[in-house]
């Protein structure tokens, strides 16, 4: 991908950082071409194959107060980050580590985009056999007001636009009953402003879905508070985690289970690639003036080249220009 | 079951009424010894295998406005199954109708208990390999305060103990982290009153759950309001359906595997069964005055059997003397 600058990687930040960072970041080099800076404490990163370094002295904890770190570690990987697209030598940061003080960085070095109320953040949950699904705000704001959830349905649809390279993508609304009065107030007034002719200008809001219906391909991006966004992510997390470990077990209980599930391995081996959400490497923090990928904390390399790739698809494809545009419309 | 007044099923109720409904009425009796009155219009009952019938001359369709249906619709089976309980004439009711007609129902005919501020539904999530999770609200309030939910977990508290026989049911607060810190102003003004000495006098509150915990042995009951409760439901239907009808495509996709799936049936057949909602036989209305069970709507004879062996269980074991005594005091 040529035209952009490098992709800062936070190589400290993750439960398997730095060695599983180094490597994604070294695949996204090797495999997809992408320039790639990796942003930490030179001496813990090991061979780095060769990756250019930033250094950053200290290290933000996963269990850090978010506020608290971004303000006393002003040396640390996740923040010189943020600085290095805030100054022009990066034109994307992955982080692993910390998703509250990952946030903060973005926010505090960075900032919004004019005219942004709050920074969303955009996850991507995968649909075998159809496009995949984009959940916003999945947990950055645990209370909203309707004029926010607007700018997250019009900051979605141009997400999954660029993203998924769908012209006109399907918004929807979370909530209890597809008709326009059921669930709270808050999705009510929401409801009745998507309404209103011209408020999307890129997608279209098709209304009400439920809970049902985001694993589906019935809708393309589903709009939410962050406090019931980051309960679905997690909820479903959960549920699928639990599912497959249930049919696992079973189908390993007895010597004749485990010889017929051996020969089911090639058709249930694409389901569990297209099931996991390494796939897509990551969230987007949407709204900050730069792109900001904040993959999950158990990321393998896999999810990290992913991760990379992606911030260096959606720097070229100016998705911060784009997401200005509708947003000052 | 002795010692109680017959379980007031309403026969007009749900997709597949009245035969599934009739049919379910008629396996209680038969299988569990329970006494039933059917409740509905006699002439579209069928065969009634000599159950009782209460008539009722209307019906509350599926989509009918629950307020309209319950102030205009005045002989319809479900108020006059709500007015069997308050007259004395039934220990519990059942339907599989329209949920809101059945809540405004219980709760104009019925009334709440003295004490209550507003009734909430209680789910029963499946959880194979262990006890099942109860989930409370599920619907019945959009928006919540603080004390409703303490609420909530005192009668979600005694609920699990009557239904489970376990003396001392762990009851978590669903938010977006485990620190009390953490989720809404709802969340975390809740947190403090039920971390107060004596707020549950049935149950233990073991803290903050997220949406990954609620599939899991680490949990009894999960509080939250009726908005995210809802969401979450829908959420694990939708996402255990579609993961399952994928994994059944895929595992039945050449013939090689179909013979493979074979092989498997009798160690995935009890998994079914076992994270089949229907076995549960729908959800309770806690805080009415009077045991009601709403079933889903798509409810087969077997889930409406086992709601009414679960009303019946609820009258015998006084779970509204139990919901009294912890609400008052």
């Not at 962050?226 to 992510?233: A, D, H, I, R, S």
């Not at 297209?274 to 990928?293: H, K, R, S």
Request: charged content about 20%; proline content about 5%; aromatic content about 4%.
């Amino acid at each position: 991908l040529s035209g952009i600058l490098p992709i800062a990687v936070d190589a400290m930040g993750g439960d398997r950082a730095p060695a599983e960072v180094v490597e994604g970041a070294r695949l996204a080099r090797d495999e997809d071409g992408i320039d790639v800076v990796l942003v930490g404490r030179p001496e813990a990163l090991g061979d780095t194959h060769g990756l250019k370094v930033l250094p950053a002295s200290e290290v933000v904890d996963m269990d850090d107060d978010p506020g608290v770190a971004v303000r006393r570690k002003k040396d640390s990987s996740l923040i010189r980050c943020a600085e290095a697209v805030r100054d022009g030598r990066a034109s994307a940061m992955v982080s692993a580590g910390n998703t509250g003080a990952t946030m903060a960085s973005a926010l505090l070095r960075i900032g919004r985009i004019r005219g942004v109320q709050r920074p969303a953040i955009a996850t991507v949950l995968p649909v075998p056999g159809s496009t995949p699904t984009v959940l916003l705000d999945a947990g950055a704001n645990a209370e909203c007001t309707p004029a926010w959830l607007v700018q997250f349905a019009q900051m979605g649809a141009v997400f999954f636009a660029e993203r998924f390279g769908v012209a006109d993508p399907r918004v929807a609304l979370l909530s209890i009953g597809e008709e326009p009065g059921k669930g709270t107030s808050l999705v009510k007034e929401t409801h009745a402003l998507l309404s209103e002719p011209g408020c999307l200008s890129a997608g279209k809001f098709i209304g009400n879905v439920e809970g049902r219906d985001v694993m589906t391909e019935g809708v393309d991006v589903v709009v939410t508070d962050g406090f019931t966004g980051n309960v679905v992510l997690k909820t479903l997390e959960g549920g699928v985690r639990f599912l497959i470990d249930t049919f696992l077990t079973a189908m390993t209980s007895t010597e004749e289970a485990r010889q017929a599930t051996e020969v089911l391995l090639p058709v249930l081996a694409p389901l569990n690639d297209q099931l996991d959400p390494e796939t897509y490497g990551g969230a987007m923090l949407l709204g900050v003036d730069g792109v900001c990928i904040i993959s999950h904390g158990s990321s393998s390399s896999r999810a990290i080249r992913n991760a990379v790739r992606v911030g260096a698809e959606m720097a070229r494809a100016d998705l911060v220009g784009h997401l200005a545009a509708v947003v000052r419309a």
